[in-house]
């Protein structure tokens, strides 16, 4: 509901905003109008897991959709609209994935994707053991016993809300007000990002800093655990809302025009709210690729 009325009000704000210029094709970024551009990362790479018995995902092929229209857009799982822009500002409504899901479901079409930000994996393919084992933490500290096979499946929902975009020089604040408008959890998440991207002969570097912000219900589904998952009331887990600090670093090395050299390094720091659950072994998610890109 909250989210239905703010973007009523958006989109009567959106008729005083000034639309932005077209895209000039002579800059060597500049993406054209109504193109599909598909690419593939081929190489070596790894996602840690912090969910307790659950394997490091490993990364090994990185397919990559975008297209860009006069007001729609796709870039990999997350689809957007343009309701204004100027040269500098830009306002959309979002959908994307909710990607918390992925360290449940090794097959996931999320981990596939680096960026922010899915389809659901078969009982078989979950990384859940059936036997209880103890859980410790960072300091070696034995927790609750827990049986994962006894806890609900956590499943992918959809986010919609809007996404604000301002950019100025090679400094971009990108921020994001997402609900959950499949009613999994009924969550809400909100992100704000810094990034300063660099440009030399054929490198292109991106170094970017952001916090994430997630509501109780959100955090409580994936990361909780109910009364009627366990034994004893007092091993059930119910948390706060929470903030995850995000830091990235793209690199990229044109070799020609189908060609890339990629590396990509992201770090986040776990909310306590999160660490703290007794099926989080540790408070920290390190994923890094490093490869090939063919861009068709």
């Known amino acids: 509901m909250r989210v239905g009325l703010l973007l009523l009000v958006l989109l009567w704000t959106a008729q005083s905003m000034a639309a932005a210029p077209n895209c000039d094709k002579a800059t060597t970024d500049c993406v054209e109008v109504g193109q599909w551009q598909l690419a593939v ?14 394997k490091d995902i490993p990364l090994v092929v990185l397919p990559e959709i975008a297209y860009n229209g006069q007001r729609f857009f796709i ?51 979950l990384q859940y053991k059936n036997t209880v084992a103890p859980n410790r933490n960072n300091f070696g500290e034995s927790r609750t016993a827990i049986d994962m096979s006894q806890l609900h499946k956590r499943r992918m929902a959809a986010l919609g809300g809007v996404e604000y975009t301002v950019t100025w020089s090679d400094w971009t604040v990108q921020a994001h007000w997402l609900e959950d408008v499949s009613k999994v959890h009924q969550g809400t998440e909100l992100r704000v990002a810094l990034a300063r991207h660099f440009r030399y002969q054929r490198h292109r570097v991106s170094a970017s800093l952001g916090a994430n912000w997630q509501s109780a219900d959100l955090i409580n589904y ?30 990229r090395y044109l070799l020609n025009e189908h060609w890339s050299l990629r590396f990509t390094g992201i770090y986040r720091h776990l909310a306590e709210e999160i660490s703290r659950s007794p099926i989080v072994t540790d408070d920290e998610v390190v994923t890094v690729f490093v490869g090939g890109v063919y861009h068709f």
């Not at 990362?41 to 659950?54: L, Y």
């Open 75 to 125: 870039q990999n799982l997350d689809f957007g609209y343009i309701l204004a822009e100027t040269d500098r500002q830009q306002l959309s409504l979002l959908l994307t994935p909710s990607y918390e899901q992925v360290y449940f479901h090794r097959w996931s079409p999320g981990n596939f994707i680096l960026d922010s930000h899915a389809l659901l994996a078969t009982s078989n393919e």
């Open 222 to 251: 994936y990361y909780g655990i109910r009364t009627d998952e366990v034994a004893f009331a007092d091993h059930a887990y119910y948390a706060d809302a929470g903030v995850s600090a995000i830091a990235r670093l793209d690199w």
């Open 41 to 54: 990362s081929i190489g070596a790479g790894v996602r840690t897991n912090p969910i307790m018995d659950n």
